[in-house]
């Protein structure tokens, strides 16, 4: 979403999740692509001539870090905001250096909170970001439940409430 407020045009969704794919081209994104049936470097690189000018990485999986690299034109940029592994070390084409490719990591959206956040309602209040399709609610009593539907990949984000007394 906040890919189409800043003016994108082709915003190319990568996951493993058909529901998560589903979601992404109903609120954003032009193209959606299964990494599960289709090699997702191959795939962009054809969608879009041989590469993009800006990869966003939200994962922290190593491999797929690697990828969201190798899809960038010369002199592209990479935003990594997934959690890496501690310890866990990332392998990258040597080849991409001097290429002038850049792999980014961004801390708290790279923002300043007083500027973002007000935006961000903005956004919300407009109907420009569609922050409801992407919670499920929880009581704080199924904790357990929305950590695990987390890690499964079957919601994209919980939150919790507190129970009702």
């Known amino acids: 979403m906040a890919a189409r407020v800043v003016g994108c045009t082709t915003i190319i969704a ?3 999740k058909p529901h998560r ?3 992404a081209t109903e609120v954003c994104a032009t193209h959606a692509l299964n990494a599960a049936e289709e090699d997702p470097v191959e795939a962009i690189q054809q969608l879009t001539n041989g590469g993009v000018h800006y990869s966003f990485e ?3 999986v190593a491999p797929v870090i690697r990828q ?3 899809v ?3 002199l592209g940029v990479c ?3 997934g959690q890496v592994r501690p310890g866990e070390e990332v392998s990258l084409d040597a080849n991409t250096k001097p290429l002038g490719r850049t792999l980014r990591g961004i801390v708290q959206g790279d923002a300043v909170p007083q500027n973002l956040i007000p935006r961000i309602i903005e956004l919300y209040l407009q109907v420009r970001l569609l922050i409801d399709l ?3 609610y929880y009581p704080l009593d199924e904790i357990n439940q929305a950590a695990t ?3 499964h990949g079957t919601i994209d984000k919980a939150v919790l409430r507190p129970n009702d007394s």
Do not use: A, C, F, K
């Open 58 to 60: 939200s994962t922290g």
């Open 149 to 151: 539907d987390s890690e």
């Open 14 to 16: 990568v996951d493993l």
């Open 68 to 70: 969201t690299v190798d």
């Open 79 to 81: 935003g990594m905001v």
């Open 21 to 23: 794919l589903q979601l």
């Open 134 to 136: 992407l919670i499920r």
């Open 72 to 74: 960038l034109l010369p």
